[in-house]
């Protein structure tokens, strides 16, 4: 196994949960390029994301919601074609897998402002999240070009890391393995060498590469600029700014919650009217008690709720509409915070979950623009990782040499289905365009279909393609 081996087991949050970025850093003998504020934040975004920044406060976990409708959106029919030659055919192949798994990739690169996109030594990709490797380098547009990557085995009572540092030293690019062993989770414990873990003895502690332009990943950040740190080129999280509204939300949806439990109906009863039994206490004494058949009676008329009946029923009343109001405010403040429009996302109170909007409308133009510019971030990304496969498949002999050309299908987001169909339909009546490609556009026909079925409608004199309408 190489330098670019399978990844085992990356650390679950090494900022601010194992042994941290200044250990890390350390072994090597880098210096990190994060700050404590970047360190403190994403570990707080990291929380957010998984629901257990209050672990007793219940959460519609609106951080995740936000951050998988970002992915959902700027992955939407996305293509990746690569064509020009077999390389270019290895290349296409290795896409197609990863586009299968991206947008879940991207759902976390969105909630921890970034990500790396690594390819192994068999040609396969990994994903690497911000809360999981240390940036050491940085290049003049930002990107991440040195970073530390932590790996980690455990067997029994023992724990195994491995640090594997890349950077570019001059015009070399280096990449330097570390190996550790320690009885305790928290610590890296003492070196040893790389043969000693049998996953990592074929590995290198120096590998040197030349004729490299970039590093060996594709490095996602989100776009929006960074509002903890401005010194710092990392990303941010895409909720970055609405920590304070997710909790407003989460603690609207706690009353919600509340409303609901204690809204089921009480019945008071007299005690008068409960049975009596006997029992025998510690002593041996006879003793008489009253016993309740119906748990949810509640003995109380003879504290002054209704002294004078022995029966009363109560039936609170829930506030719906109040908390319906108050929780939409605070979704559309979320919204507008994370670059959503607002209205975008709704509370269903039937079903206690968000729903979002089933279309982009026209006038949602910052949810338009908020996931273009994620496209834009993402194809930056996955250039990258073209790079870095390519340079894989030379240094292991993967496939046979040759160019490569990509070209990206994103969703046009800007588009609104329902008005250009209608549109289009005008222009099938004002005979601007013909009836077969309307079919062929918004039926989903295809085009030897389309006019098949256009020719038997008018052939058979069928009025379907008649000025009347589309029904």
Not at 22 to 49: E, G, H, L, R
Request: hydrophobic share 40%.
């Amino acid at each position: 196994m190489s330098f670019l081996g399978k990844i085992i087991d990356f650390f679950k949050g090494v900022w601010g949960k194992l042994f941290g970025v200044n250990d890390v850093s350390k072994a090597v003998q880098a210096q990190p390029a994060v700050s404590d504020k970047m360190v403190k934040a994403i570990t707080t975004w990291d929380k957010y994301y998984r629901g257990d920044f209050y672990p007793k406060r219940p959460t519609l976990h609106m951080a995740a919601t936000v951050a998988g409708e970002a992915a959902r959106l700027a992955t939407i029919e996305l293509g990746v074609p690569v064509s020009g030659s077999p390389r270019a055919d290895w290349l296409n192949e290795r896409m197609e897998v990863l586009l299968g798994k991206l947008r879940r990739y991207l759902e976390i690169g969105c909630a921890l402002g970034g990500m790396l996109l690594v390819p192994t030594s068999s040609g396969g990709v990994s994903m690497v999240k911000a809360s999981d490797f240390v940036p050491t380098d940085y290049d003049g547009d930002g990107n991440v070009t040195g970073a530390i990557l932590p790996f980690r085995i455990r067997r029994g009572d023992v724990f195994y890391t491995r640090l594997e540092w890349h950077r570019f030293e001059g015009e070399v690019y280096v990449i330097t393995n570390k190996a550790f062993k320690s009885s305790m989770e928290q610590d890296l414990g003492q070196p040893i060498p790389l043969t000693a873990v049998q996953e990592w003895a074929s590995i290198q502690p120096e590998t040197t590469i030349h004729n490299l332009e970039h590093p060996l990943w594709g490095y996602y950040r989100n776009p929006m600029a960074n509002d903890v740190d401005t010194d710092s080129p990392l990303g941010v999280s895409i909720y970055s700014r609405a920590i304070d509204s997710l909790d407003d939300l989460d603690a609207v949806y706690a009353l919600f919650r509340h409303e609901i439990k204690n809204s089921k109906k009480k019945v008071f009863v007299s005690s008068q009217i409960l049975p009596r039994g006997v029992v025998t206490d510690d002593d041996g004494n006879e003793v008489v008690i009253q016993t309740n058949p119906i748990p949810d009676l509640i003995q109380g008329l003879e504290l002054g709720i209704n002294a004078d009946d022995t029966y009363h029923e109560y039936n609170p009343e829930i506030r719906i509409d109040e908390i319906r109001k108050s929780m939409q405010t605070a979704l559309d403040l979320v919204a507008n915070q994370c670059g959503f429009s607002n209205g975008y996302f709704s509370f269903d109170e039937k079903t206690g979950t968000i729903v979002t909007a089933t279309e982009i409308e026209a006038d949602q133009q910052r949810t338009v623009s908020t996931c273009t510019d994620i496209q834009k971030a993402l194809q930056t990304a996955l250039d990258g990782l073209l790079y870095a496969l390519n340079a894989v498949a030379d240094l292991y002999d993967l496939a046979p040499i040759g160019e490569y050309e990509v070209a990206y299908a994103f969703k046009d987001l800007s588009v609104n289905v329902t008005e250009d169909r209608a549109r289009a339909w005008q222009m099938v009546i004002g005979k601007v365009i013909p009836k077969w490609k309307y079919l062929v556009d918004y039926e989903g026909y295809s085009e030897e279909d389309a006019r098949k079925t256009v020719a038997e409608a008018e052939s058979a004199g069928d009025q379907l393609f008649d000025s009347g309408g589309t029904e």
